[in-house]
């Protein structure tokens, strides 16, 4: 509800799906940002050392050993397995990566894991999109 100049609340419909008339060209570099609630949607919120729930971030080199916050060094991590790993490598500590943290490719549909998604959004993401498939899971 938006208040009118009488005061009187006025509710305008949103819609869900914009389509845009022209294409609006992103920049080629541009990026999805690395933080807690993107790298956990890519990691689809389990650990990456053994599988259970994710609750922090874990960066596989170290920061104190000059490792980069970046999407191919953040990993989501339990809580057991970021204190065994401490601020050691993963083969120091005898942990190995279920999968090798890569950026996404695909920046909205990683977007739409991380917010309310729509089954309308299904035409345009795509029905093997990732973030479809858990929206209907």
């Not at 790298?39 to 050392?49: E, H, I, L």
């Not at 089954?119 to 858990?134: S, T």
Request: charged letters at 25%; glycine letters at 8%; a positive charge.
């Amino acid at each position: 509800p938006y208040p009118t100049g009488d005061g009187a609340p006025v509710s305008v419909p949103e819609p869900s799906v914009v389509r845009l008339v022209r294409y609006v060209k992103m920049p080629y570099n541009y990026r999805v940002a690395v933080n807690r609630r993107t790298v956990f949607a890519r990691d689809g919120g389990k650990c990456q050392y053994c599988g259970a729930s994710a609750e922090n971030l874990d960066h596989v080199i170290p920061r104190s050993k000059g490792g980069p916050h970046t999407w191919e060094n953040v990993v989501a991590a339990c809580r057991p397995c970021n204190t065994r790993k401490e601020d050691r490598l993963p083969h120091e500590a005898g942990m190995i990566l279920r999968s090798t943290p890569v950026a996404p490719r695909h920046r909205v549909q990683l977007l739409a894991l991380c917010g309310n998604t729509s089954e309308d959004w299904i035409d345009y993401l795509g029905q093997d999109a990732p973030a479809v498939r858990r929206m209907s899971a």
